[in-house]
């Protein structure tokens, strides 16, 4: 680590500096100019500076070097197995550094005679020094029993001691931190020395997982403040039991770890549960393996696809799949990993060597083939005898239910009213008399017919259409039991000035028609991007931002747009003008049996009248002002 010429006071807490080198002064870690510095549990071990005479470095500070900082305080850290090819092997302070050093080892020098504290005045208190420091306070200068760097719990490494040691309850508690570098809580009263307390009452468990799966223990344990997730502590003697949870297509291969005087890890050992005893702090590894791969399918509102789910399949393998729509429904298209394959009902996947996504989409069938009555099967006459026997009936052959059908008539007259849509008025107007649109047209509204640019399937499969469908009429649209036509028309308003809003009545009405039978209407707008490309439909809402429907009377229905500047399904990008398409779409479903009434007969009425025209009318007083 290197710092210089910072203006704050840095503070590194709970690191551990291993293996570096300098071509310089300050193997582990370079600190210089800077105003003020702290370190705590931290670990500095087999680090090096190697002088640099031509750049006129001594090579100081194997694990660290510093200079001009200013107030320097090291609390609780471990300095062991540093080399230098100069002086302070564990810490160098030079110049202008004026360092506290509290509950710290600085032991085994790798450079024969230098002094593990070199360099500047240093005030050394509570701490093991090799060679012992004069000048200090309560400095110990028997060997620590440091054991080499090792995963001990906790999210570094660290250098563990045992007892006995001299760096055992040898601290003080003035200005300790409460946890070691760990995150394992020290002794309140008589901390120990070092980045590492020892617990003989408290074991550490770590657990480590390799590939996709996760470990559980019972107990839980406390969790190390600083492990995030992977280490946890335990009063000693506690027995704990692992379980390792796989996550398909992943499976356990084994474990490994340190061995205890309980549990000796077997690595072939596929076995979920290990149990130990915590006698000493313990180090598990759960190692998870893939087995096959995974193909994830998907199917859409209309349809289903067999096997369904997350699909595992062996390696070389292959697999078929089977995409079947419901009742009044059809294949839309099938995906493959994103990519087209057609509106197939089958699909199979060869040589399987990785993941794969499968999805299937759907839409109405809205032109279902029928289905023939089958031909009653004729009843033989038995031949009489001189003694009659009677012959058993044959049992009646099982017919199937033929698609249901809507009264021709009743097409007919969607069909006619329909075709005679206009979309001028066809009475004077109620505010001032004009007869003709253009007389009466204060915000130059103008309306007109327009070549369908889809067919009418394609409109009555839009999203936006097919939902309201499908939620109006579930089992008659499912079913295709329904008719439908389809017409719209472009319309672009002119705005007056300052104005951003107006309001449009469409009036849609019918003539009466035969008992079950109810129209359902629908308007829908959309517009059109830059490059003249249609942008799907929006369904005009009975209530909300963009719509109010008043039914004026048993065969009337009036629909008021409220038409917005920018708005959109407006394609026009000048302000002040709209210009927007409206479909308008009748829906006859299969009306619901009706039960004949008494004295008369029942069935199926004719339809006598036909629908009215549906009418457009411009109704500027509703003129709003944003």
Not at 293 to 299: E, F, G, L, P, Q
Request: net charge negative.
């Amino acid at each position: 680590m290197y710092n210089f010429g910072s203006f704050c006071a840095p503070t590194v807490k709970g690191c551990t500096f291993t293996e570096n080198a300098a071509f310089g002064d300050g193997g582990g870690l370079y600190n210089s100019n800077v105003n003020g510095f702290e370190i705590v549990n931290c670990t500095f071990t087999r680090n090096a500076a190697a002088a640099n005479g031509s750049a006129g470095y001594n090579g100081d500070g194997g694990g660290l070097y510093s200079n001009n900082t200013g107030a320097f305080g090291i609390i609780n850290c471990t300095f062991t197995a540093n080399a230098v090819s100069g002086d302070g092997s564990g810490a160098y302070f030079d110049g202008g550094s004026s360092l506290a050093a509290t509950n710290c080892i600085f032991w085994d020098t790798l450079s024969g005679a230098q002094k593990e504290i070199s360099g500047g005045a240093a005030t050394v208190s509570s701490s093991v020094v090799q060679n012992g420091y004069p000048g200090g306070t309560a400095i110990i200068a028997t060997d620590p029993g440091l054991v080499a760097l090792a995963d001990n719990g906790g999210p570094t490494q660290t250098c563990a001691i045992d007892t006995p040691s001299s760096a055992y309850n040898a601290g003080t508690s003035a200005g300790a931190p409460e946890k070691d570098q760990r995150g394992l809580p020290r002794d309140v009263g008589n901390p120990d020395v070092g980045a590492y307390e020892y617990q003989p009452n408290r074991k550490v468990l770590t657990v480590i997982t390799e590939g996709n799966g996760s470990v559980s223990r019972s107990p839980q344990g406390t969790a190390l403040a600083t492990a995030e997730g992977r280490s946890w502590y335990y009063l000693a003697g506690t027995a704990v039991t692992l379980t390792a949870n796989s996550v398909s297509p992943w499976v356990l291969t084994g474990w490994s770890g340190t061995p205890s005087s309980t549990a000796t890890i077997s690595t072939a050992s596929t076995a979920a549960n290990l149990s130990i005893v915590m006698n000493t702090d313990f180090s598990a590894t759960a190692t998870f393996a893939r087995r096959g791969y995974a193909i994830a399918v998907s199917a859409g509102i209309g349809g289903s696809i067999s096997p369904s789910g997350n699909v595992m399949v062996n390696p070389g393998s292959s697999q078929t799949f089977t995409i079947t729509p419901w009742t009044g429904f059809r294949v839309d298209s099938v995906l493959v990993d994103g990519l087209p394959v057609g509106a197939v009902t089958t699909y199979t996947l060869s040589d399987i060597h990785s993941d794969h996504t499968i999805s299937a989409s759907f839409s109405l069938n809205l032109n279902p083939d029928p289905t023939s009555t089958p031909v009653p099967t004729a009843t033989a006459t038995p031949v009489p005898t001189a003694t009659p026997v009677p012959t058993a009936t044959p049992a009646p052959t099982a017919t199937s239910t033929p698609m249901p059908t809507i009264d021709p008539a009743v097409v007919a007259a969607i069909v006619q009213s329909l075709n005679n849509f206009c979309p001028r008025p066809s009475a004077p107007c109620w505010m001032c008399g004009a007869t003709r649109l253009p007389d009466c047209n204060p915000y130059g509204f103008v309306a007109g017919d327009v070549a369908l640019s889809e067919d009418e399937d394609a409109i009555l499969n839009c999203p936006a259409l097919r939902e309201a469908m499908l939620e109006d009429n579930p089992q008659s649209v499912a079913a295709g039991a329904f008719v439908s036509k389809v017409d719209h028309f472009s319309m672009e308003v002119t705005f007056a000035p300052e104005s951003e809003e107006v309001s449009v009545v469409l009036d849609a009405s019918h003539g009466p028609l035969p008992k079950g039978y109810s129209p359902f209407f629908y308007f829908l707008a959309r517009a059109f991007d830059e490059e003249g490309n249609p942008l799907d439909y929006v369904l005009l809402k009975e209530t909300g931002e963009n719509g109010v429907v008043l039914r004026i009377n048993d065969i009337s229905v009036s629909w008021t747009l409220e038409i917005t500047d920018g708005s959109e399904v407006d394609s026009n990008p000048e302000a002040g003008v709209v210009d927007m398409e409206i479909a308008v779409v009748v829906i006859v479903p299969e009306p619901v049996a009706v039960a004949a009434p008494s004295g008369g007969g029942g069935g199926c009425v004719t339809l006598a009248t036909s629908f009215s025209a549906l009418l457009l009318l411009v109704l500027p007083l509703l003129l709003l002002k944003r």
